[in-house]
């Protein structure tokens, strides 16, 4: 093995091409690699894609176009680390058209795929040493869907 970093395999029903497109177009450090189609070995339509390959922000994926038998859900998702507001709002929108908004977030995207559209000072908050300060930002949290920083600070401060 000459690579020793972990590969998210993601399994789609025809649509793996399209999705890493998708991705690619919304994250700005990201980029496509080998794309592997069937032959006349089968067992999908010859030239159809059987995986694709690409990557996000060094985390490595491989879309496999493995049918109808599995389906995502949100026992996996991905945490999206954002600096600022503006970056919590894009994520939310290119990634929420067409997919299911969620709370605390977390959402799916187009392909049933969940994220979690994050600002990073979050983590800080909500793990804050001071219970109350913790429990304040916590329970704002839990009362939004797209998370809102201000918000989130207010609440955390105590006013």
């Not at 929420?96 to 977030?105: I, K, T, V, W």
């Not at 959402?107 to 000072?121: H, I, N, R």
Request: charged share 25%.
């Amino acid at each position: 093995m000459t690579d020793k970093a972990l590969t998210t395999c993601l399994w789609f029903d025809g649509q793996a091409e399209e999705a890493a497109n998708h991705y690619l177009s919304i994250f700005e450090d990201a980029r496509l690699g080998r794309v592997d189609r069937y032959t006349e070995a089968g067992p999908g339509p010859v030239g159809s894609v059987v995986t694709v390959e690409f990557e996000i922000n060094g985390q490595k994926f491989v879309g496999l176009n493995g049918g109808p038998e599995f389906t995502f859900n949100e026992a996996v998702s991905f945490q999206i680390p954002c600096a600022d507001q503006d970056e919590v709002d894009y994520y939310w929108a290119k990634l929420s058209e067409g997919g299911q908004e969620g709370p605390c977030g977390w959402l799916k995207d187009k392909y049933g795929v969940s994220w979690q559209v994050v600002p990073t000072e979050l983590i800080d908050m909500v793990g804050d040493p001071d219970p109350k300060k913790a429990a304040r930002a916590t329970a704002a949290m839990l009362k939004m869907g797209k998370l809102d920083i201000a918000t989130l600070r207010t609440a955390y401060a105590g006013e």
